[in-house]
T-cell receptor, first 116, second 116 residues
Framework: EAGVTQFPSHSVIEKGQTVTLRCDPI?????LYWYRRVMGKEIKFLLH????????ESGMPNNRFLAERTGGTYSTLKVQPAELEDSGVYFC??????????????FGPGTRLTVT | AQKVTQAQTEISVVEKEDVTLDCVYE???????LFWYKQPPSGELVFLIR??????QNEISGRYSWNFQKSTSSFNFTITASQVVDSAVYFC?????????????FGTGTQLKVEL
């Protein structure tokens, strides 16, 4: 079974440009999460999809971030326009649909975003 | 709100030493899950263990052991006879089911360096 994959692994862009990150979850996993780790701080939750629906987007920093999951498969996270403080590692995780907080999330390798 | 504190930013040990990574959590919920993840230099987050709030039994898996104490809100992780391959950043995390999902709240991580 393939794990969670993310593309690209690294991205370097200039301030003001647009970047789109992609996450392919494990097949059959309805839950998809985006997290971000900025500058050695804690990993912070951004949002959660159940299939194609946004279940919780309380962690999205601002309206420069747009996440989609059309068809309930892969997800994209677009940052437009990128700012310096958006630099960090963006992780995607997926899990099967379960009730309660038992949810075991499998993480991808992350995308390292550098905004210069 | 949930909070996870990993007070140890960095720990250095010599191979074969035992090392304990501390994790203290805060939550008002009575049902929750605690996790440990390992982030090796390659960058991905590797799931190590999940513990629910109703199970305070300590767990041992090879050289790894976990001590969960609700009385002190701690979930500490011990590596026995450490090896160079244990060098990584270790994250403790907490999950509470909010009805909208199971987002993880992470600590800031502990960088473990195991030297020869």
């Amino acid at each position: 079974e393939a794990g969670v994959t993310q593309f690209p692994s690294h991205s370097v862009i200039e301030k003001g440009q647009t970047v789109t990150l992609r996450c392919d979850p494990i097949s059959g996993h309805d839950n998809l999460y985006w997290y971000r780790r900025v500058m050695g701080k804690e990993i912070k939750f951004l949002l959660h999809f159940v299939k194609e629906s946004k279940q919780d987007e309380s962690g999205m920093p601002n309206n420069r971030f747009l996440a989609e999951r059309t068809g309930g498969t892969y997800s994209t996270l677009k940052v437009q326009p990128a700012e310096l403080e958006d630099s960090g590692v963006y992780f995607c995780a997926s899990s099967r649909r379960t009730s309660g907080s038992k949810d075991e999330q499998y993480f991808g390798p992350g995308t390292r975003l550098t905004v210069t | 709100a949930q909070k996870v504190t990993q007070a140890q930013t960095e720990i250095s040990v010599v191979e074969k030493e035992d090392v304990t990574l501390d994790c203290v959590y805060e939550t008002r919920d009575t049902t929750y899950y605690l996790f440990w993840y390992k982030q090796p230099p390659s960058g991905e987050l590797v799931f190590l263990i999940r513990r629910n709030s109703f199970d305070e039994q300590n767990e041992i898996s090879g050289r790894y052991s976990w001590n969960f104490q609700k009385s002190t809100s701690s979930f500490n992780f011990t590596i026995t006879a450490s090896q160079v391959v244990d060098s990584a950043v270790y994250f403790c995390a907490l999950s509470v089911f909010t009805g909208g999902g199971n987002k993880l709240t992470f600590g800031t991580g502990t960088q473990l360096k195991v030297e020869l």
